[in-house]
């Protein structure tokens, strides 16, 4: 009967053991090896649930053969963007894409859709947008400030 007793108590300790373990995987908020995860809150809250993301957010990105790029992107509450950009210290013309945004499943970046060979993710805080490397990375070093946009 001890033994039993003893039995069911040790099964207790392991059962109360592998629920109390803090795993930090999220099915749901996809690939978590990339850095553009780490808002993610237990709560439910979010960028996209939680922000006021409308409106315009402009900057100077880095370039490698200009002197910048002047950014200029408008999300609106449909879900569409309107991005402007123009080469500084090339010709003053503006390049203008148009198109949709999709938010990815952890609901804190935004993918602007139809951007061919450029970056076109961006981490969503509040009021401005960092712009990520080709493979939804979050820019890092000296120049990572450079890549974020502002309302």
Not at 77 to 88: A, G, H, N, P
Request: net charge negative; hydrophobic share 35%.
């Amino acid at each position: 009967m001890i033994n039993k007793l003893i039995n069911i108590g040790f099964a207790c300790i392991a059962l109360f053991l592998v629920s109390c373990n803090s795993s930090s995987t999220n099915p749901e908020a996809g690939d978590s090896s990339q850095d553009t995860n780490d808002s993610i809150v237990i709560d439910g809250h979010n960028s996209a649930n939680s922000l006021d993301v409308e409106g315009t957010y402009k900057g100077i990105l880095p370039c490698a053969n200009c002197e910048g790029i002047e950014t200029e992107i408008a999300l609106n509450k449909d879900l569409t963007f309107v991005k402007k950009s123009k080469y500084l210290g090339k010709d003053n013309k503006v390049f203008e894409e148009n198109g949709s945004f999709s938010w990815n499943p952890a609901g804190n970046t935004i993918t602007l859709s139809g951007i061919k060979n450029a970056p076109n993710q961006y981490f969503v805080g509040e009021n401005k947008l960092q712009q990520l490397d080709m493979e939804g990375r979050k820019i890092t070093g000296d120049l990572a400030e450079k890549y974020i946009l502002t309302k």
